[in-house]
């Protein structure tokens, strides 16, 4: 049986700086990937803005599918594909009471930007329009509404799947599933992964927490602020 190195005081201390060091270094570059996946979100993000085809938006109404459809009409366009995604009354066996969304706003806006943006771009689609609803949602409701349309059924098809997925895996934006009073919920992101249960004898109200409805404005107005704070904390980062 091979015997394992002895090694020194003083070189148990070099060998523990190296790992850090390695540590370190991994940090930094994780640091710098998660700071230009930002970069390129928002970039898109701005560029939406600026894009008459592209409509996203954050609500606690109602969604109404007509008006949706209407924002991707276009005499350009052979195809509309509309995805709406309701609230079924069970999960996993159980019956759900409903469904309460809340999210990180400001970030969601832009994720949901970027997605709409790279999506139309990808599939060569003529318009696109997401919209998801926040607060409670009743079963059979929509929560989400996505709208593509495109020259050919294909690219519309395409285009309206990736949109969902991506929004499922990216978008800042959770749910707690209501089980009833006996059951309790579960908070769960939007792509449905092992949630976190609540304990029964608490409110559902004490877990959300809804923010005020700032509207697009207001939502734009706050990424122009966050773009100001991080690039302050940019600037103050180590080069090295």
């Not at 230009?36 to 008459?52: G, H, S, T, V, Y």
Request: glycine content about 8%; overall charge negative.
């Amino acid at each position: 049986m091979a015997v394992p190195p002895m090694h020194t005081p003083r070189e148990f201390g070099i060998i523990k700086h190296e790992r850090e060091l390695k540590l370190q270094d991994k940090g930094k570059e994780y640091y710098r990937q998660v700071k230009a996946e930002r970069a390129a979100e928002e970039e898109n993000a701005r560029q939406c803005l600026q894009d008459k085809d592209v409509s996203v938006s954050l609500t606690h109404d109602s969604l109404d599918i007509i008006s949706v459809i209407d924002k991707v009409r276009s005499p350009k366009a052979g195809a509309i594909v509309l995805f709406a995604g309701t609230t079924r009354d069970n999960f996993d066996g159980k019956p759900v009471i409903e469904l309460r969304y809340t999210s990180y706003k400001s970030r969601a806006f832009i994720s949901m930007q970027s997605i709409a943006k790279s999506v139309k771009d990808k599939h060569s689609l003529t318009a696109i329009s997401m919209v998801h609803r926040l607060g409670v949602v009743p079963i059979g409701e929509e929560s989400i509404l996505i709208a593509v349309s495109a020259p050919h059924r294909q690219a519309a098809w395409k285009g309206g799947e990736e949109a969902l997925e991506e929004c499922k895996k990216k978008v800042e934006v959770w749910k707690l599933e209501d089980f009833g009073s006996d059951e309790g919920g579960y908070w769960r992101a939007n792509d449905g992964a092992q949630g976190i249960k609540v304990e029964e004898d608490l409110k559902m109200e004490d877990w959300i927490k809804d923010e005020p409805d700032e509207g697009e404005e207001g939502v734009r107005m706050k990424i122009e602020s966050d773009d100001d704070e991080d690039r302050g904390r940019i600037k103050n980062e180590p080069d090295d």
